[in-house]
């Protein structure tokens, strides 16, 4: 597996892993690899230092490298926020799991009332709502928090 830092055009920066440089290559050719931020599919690799194995664990920053400590802070606030979102809409919608493009469309064309929900759609199918004009989004799954 290999972990990249990729940047998306809008600068939002973001990391994902990859089976190999191949796989990552091949799926932003097919526009599969997303911004998580904002969505966007134009995504490039961005600088990345080597991860060296040492004594100091990952919550300890580098003195060699002050911008480490502020990245981090960052990091640990935006996992917060995503945090907040992914229990504010556990708590305040309906999970229809696999069901969720079913119940989008079937909102979405007025055959059932309206209501906050939430559920899995492959890539496939959350492009096919996105071309049918329903509105959707996806959140990222965090490490230590799957959702």
């Given at each position: ?13 973001f ?18 690899v997303?911004c ?16 060296i ?9 580098s ?84 959702n």
């Open positions: 597996m290999i972990r990249y830092n990729l940047r998306c055009e809008r600068g939002h920066t990391e994902s892993w990859f089976q190999s440089s191949s796989t990552y290559d091949s799926q932003v050719k097919r526009k599969l997303t998580a931020i904002c969505g966007s599919t134009n995504v490039e690799k961005a600088i990345m230092a080597p991860r194995a040492g004594s100091k664990t990952r919550d300890e920053p003195s060699a490298d002050p911008s480490t400590s502020a990245i981090m802070a960052e990091e640990r606030e935006l996992r917060a926020e995503l945090k907040q979102l992914h229990d504010h809409l556990v708590k305040n919608a309906d999970n229809v799991g696999a069901q969720f493009p079913n119940e989008a469309r079937k909102m979405h064309y007025g055959d059932i009332e309206h209501r906050p929900i939430y559920g899995e759609a492959s890539i496939e199918e959350a492009r096919s709502l996105i071309e049918e004009g329903v509105e959707v989004g996806s959140l990222p799954v965090l490490r230590d928090n799957r």
